[in-house]
């Protein structure tokens, strides 16, 4: 194809989602204050809690508080909502901040079939039959302002893959050299006072995005550095899969990155690990972390102190069951530092899952199917969490979230004394978002109701918390999708 014929292509397909106006993200924010989104709940079909939106005139800036009641707390509770975009169906959406940025990335399909949980579930295999996906990036500031466009990254991406994001590395600083003695100290020329690799640390340093896309015939993990404003940079391909590879997590580590991916080279699904530099080049080998020997799912880690975390799903056989573990990897050289922590077992498959730092300690969050009535045989999915000591302890008993809709997917943001919960839950074509504070323990008051939307695909929508901002992306049942954005007050 010709250069002009790609860049046309690229051109046609570049938003992906269609981009809406600044005015449809509100203008300026800042974090004490947001603007109105009355009006824009009813034309996309969602509702949020009464006094937030649903038809009032406009107000200017000011949001009413939530109705509280017994069923509904006053905390958490949705203070704005609005839609970033809406075009093609979202498979994976991830968000992480940078300096005063904000950046986030998405990989859409057009595929039939499922989405979300069940594709990443899929064979790397099932989808060399599908469509390309589109990787897309957009960079918000930290008051929540639109910096752009949606900028392309890839249109030949698979979404069994996915999308992650990591900000950038922390910095070694350079050691000063002693100064030699001299009666008039030396003229500094250009090259020695321009700074150094290290010394250069500044909110404009490079996040990264790793997605998996076709290099040939298999699809292999790719490395993208991002600009300030979420403009594509140095990309690398860093897998060399024989079979395919799939399922990706980023973590941003000391001069550099840990990226982990599912690869299909030994017949069965396994977590391999490399960390690369600033340049993305490889800094250590490709490391064979699970052994398995069965199908691995859900793939997710966590930098934490001088480890990486990482967890995943392995399903025993074809008997259903799945066992959610975690392992402690030496973020220098991802050598395993003890065996692996089995977190919990669950009958019909563990998806979904987050990861948290909660003070000393990493927090799993994940979704699993339970019995709902035994009699008829049917199933509802619940959110659980579990706090994994840093100690070795064995692992407290998990703390289920109660709802009456079946969950489909969480969000986990925890700090050092606690961790707040956003489950997404489907029940008869509605999507319910619940919002929680867990501190550890069981989860005290019921989860709030922070918006429900209508006539949505009763799928995992990917949701993302970064702040006090929740990203998610919903399928409306016609086959379109929406990226969204909700600001969310928890105290």
Not at 284 to 295: K, N
Not at 332 to 342: A, F, N, Y
Request: with cysteine.
């Amino acid at each position: 194809m010709e250069r002009r014929s790609r860049e046309a292509v690229i051109g046609a397909l570049t938003l992906g989602l269609t981009t809406l106006g600044a005015g449809a993200c509100g203008g300026s924010r800042s974090v004490g204050t947001a603007p109105s989104t009355t009006g824009s709940a009813e034309a996309t079909g969602s509702r949020l809690p009464p006094g937030l939106g649903g038809g009032r005139p406009a107000s200017g800036s000011s949001v009413p508080a939530a109705a509280t009641s017994a069923a509904n707390p006053a905390f958490p509770r949705a203070v704005t909502s609005d839609v970033l975009g809406t075009g093609d169906r979202i498979a994976d959406l991830d968000v992480t901040s940078q300096g005063d940025r904000v950046f986030a990335a998405w990989v859409t399909y057009v595929a039939p079939g499922g989405k979300g949980r069940r594709a990443r579930r899929a064979h790397v295999e099932d989808a060399a039959v599908a469509p390309s996906a589109k990787v897309l990036v957009r960079a918000f500031s930290d008051q929540g302002d639109v910096l752009g466009p949606p900028v392309a990254i890839s249109v030949r991406a698979d979404f069994v893959g996915g999308v992650a994001l990591a900000p950038a590395p922390t910095l070694t600083p350079s050691p000063s050299p002693a100064p030699a003695a001299s009666a008039s100290p030396p003229r500094a020329s250009a090259k020695d006072t321009a700074p150094t690799r290290t010394e250069r640390a500044s909110p404009e340093a490079d996040a990264c995005l790793a997605w998996v896309g076709k290099d040939g015939p298999l699809s292999q993990v790719f490395l993208t550095k991002l600009g300030h404003a979420g403009e594509k940079g140095l990309t690398r391909v860093v897998s060399h899969s024989t079979r395919g590879t799939s399922q990706v997590a980023l973590v941003a580590v000391r001069e550099g990155w840990v990226v982990v991916w599912v690869d299909q080279r030994d017949d069965q699904p396994e977590v391999y690990a490399l960390r690369v530099d600033r340049e993305l080049r490889p800094a250590t080998v490709e490391r064979r972390i699970t052994h398995t020997g069965a199908d691995v799912s859900a793939l997710r880690a966590i930098s934490h102190g001088d480890d990486v975390v990482l967890a995943w799903s392995k399903q025993r056989g074809d008997r259903g069951v799945s066992d959610l573990s975690t392992t402690r990897l030496d973020a220098s050289e991802l050598k395993p530092r003890g065996e692996d922590t089995l977190i919990a077992t669950t009958p019909q498959g563990c998806e979904a899952i987050e990861l948290g730092a909660l003070g000393e300690d990493v927090v799993a969050g994940w979704i699993e199917q339970d019995r709902a009535d035994r009699d008829k045989g049917e199933w509802r999915s619940s959110a659980l969490l579990a706090r994994i000591p840093a100690s070795g302890s064995p692992v407290p008993t998990p703390s289920r979230i109660a709802l009456t809709a079946s969950a489909t997917s969480l969000a986990l943001s925890c700090a050092a004394k606690e961790c707040h919960v956003v489950v997404a839950a489907s029940k008869d074509e509605v999507l319910e978002l619940h919002g929680a504070v867990w501190t550890g323990r069981d989860v005290g008051a019921p989860p709030a109701k922070l918006a429900t939307i209508a006539d949505a695909a009763p799928e995992d929508v990917s949701p993302v918390l970064s702040r006090d901002w929740l990203f998610f992306g919903d399928d409306n049942l016609h086959g379109g999708g929406r990226l969204r954005r909700m600001k969310v007050r928890w105290r």
